[in-house]
């Protein structure tokens, strides 16, 4: 029996919904791997922060003129404590953004737009936020090997894919 007091209706329509992204740009199950995923790397945000910034900065060491961690090579970043506050405060932000912008589209977009704003300063674009979100993305993957599955592959790609398209 399926009226508006029958729970089968709710079920389809949560199986419907649990496959099809929201205004996130996520699905249901995608949030779910890519907020259990980062509930193990923000156990040391500090070194996984580094680590990102170091392999970010090996890849494409163009980026370093950005930033004012007091030159020196990509490797020997790894020691600086400049770039560790950052990576740490890029860390924080990716994690708020994970655990309550996923649950809240409205306070993700508000998060964004600041990001952007504060990013737009500094002239950095859509493709240069495009090359972090891949380090990240490629070091979270191996980071988290054990735990990874073509759901949390496709969570991180779509959710890093929504924080660049916010510099459209």
């Keep these: 029996m399926s009226g508006p007091g029958s729970l089968v209706g709710s079920d389809e329509e949560e199986q419907t919904n649990y496959h099809t992204p929201d205004e996130t740009g996520l699905t249901k199950s995608q949030k779910v791997a890519l907020i259990a995923?980062?509930?193990?790397v923000k156990k040391d945000l500090v070194t996984h922060g580094r680590n990102i910034f170091v392999m970010f900065f090996e890849e494409y060491?163009?980026?370093l003129d950005y930033f004012d961690f007091g030159g020196g090579s990509a490797g020997e970043l790894g020691e600086n404590r400049s770039l560790?506050?950052?990576a740490l405060?890029?860390?924080?932000?990716?994690?708020?953004?994970?655990?309550?912008?996923?649950?809240d589209p409205a306070l993700l977009k508000c998060s964004l737009g600041k990001l952007v704003r504060n990013h737009r300063k500094r002239n950095v674009t859509k493709e240069d936020v495009a090359a972090v979100g891949g380090v990240i993305m490629r070091y979270c993957l191996k980071a988290l090997e054990q735990h990874k599955t073509k759901t949390l592959e496709e969570a991180f790609g779509a959710f890093l894919g929504t924080v660049a398209a916010a510099f459209e």
């Design 37 to 40: 995923a980062w509930s193990i």
């Design 61 to 63: 060491p163009q980026y």
């Design 84 to 86: 560790h506050a950052h």
């Design 89 to 103: 405060n890029v860390m924080n932000f990716i994690g708020t953004l994970i655990d309550y912008g996923l649950n």
